[in-house]
């Protein structure tokens, strides 16, 4: 490798998973969860994750639609699992997994995925290029075909946003 290359890194390298139990300050009106809150946790190990591949800063542009499947009680534990699963020359797509786990039982239900694409920032905030990511399994190399694909399809938006004067 010669100075100024990046070494390219795998899937595996950007995994993070976090927990957290859920408090009664965490409830909306029905005494569950917020989803906002599940957002704003979906956020931070998103990042966490892209953090771990760039090795540096990022900022979050873009989420897609995120469906929650199932409710996430108080005393629920929430366990995310978030990992790159593509990347462009300086923005990188991470995928988060949410389940709600019974602490007492183990019991765990998948209540939401969400995809969510960062920047990666230099130390002027400026974009950064970021290590190419390498897919080692099948399942990797579906997901990186896929995230192409989002990747694609979310730029074609933001050019139809931008023309239309809506972004």
């Known amino acids: 490798m010669q100075h100024g290359e ?18 009664p300050g ?7 969860v917020h989803g906002g809150w599940i957002m704003k946790l979906v ?20 989420i897609d639609q995120m469906y929650f499947l199932e409710p996430i009680r108080i005393g629920d534990l929430v366990v995310l699992e978030a990992e790159v699963t593509y990347v462009g020359r300086t923005s990188l797509e991470t995928r988060v997994r949410v389940h709600a786990e019974d602490p007492v039982t183990g019991q765990r239900t998948h209540t939401n995925t969400g995809f969510l694409v960062y920047v990666a920032l230099d130390d002027e905030r400026r974009p950064k290029p970021v290590p190419v990511l390498i897919a080692e399994t099948e399942g990797e190399k579906r997901l990186l075909a896929e995230g192409k694909q989002r990747q694609t399809h979310r730029l074609a938006q933001r050019k139809n946003n931008i023309r239309e004067g809506t972004s």
């Open 26 to 32: 965490q409830a909306n009106s029905r005494g569950d």
């Open 6 to 23: 990046i070494k390219a890194k795998p899937v595996r390298a950007s995994r993070v998973v976090l927990s957290q139990l859920m408090q």
């Open 43 to 62: 956020d931070e190990a998103g990042a966490l994750s892209a953090m771990r591949h760039a090795q540096c800063r990022v900022v979050t542009v873009a």
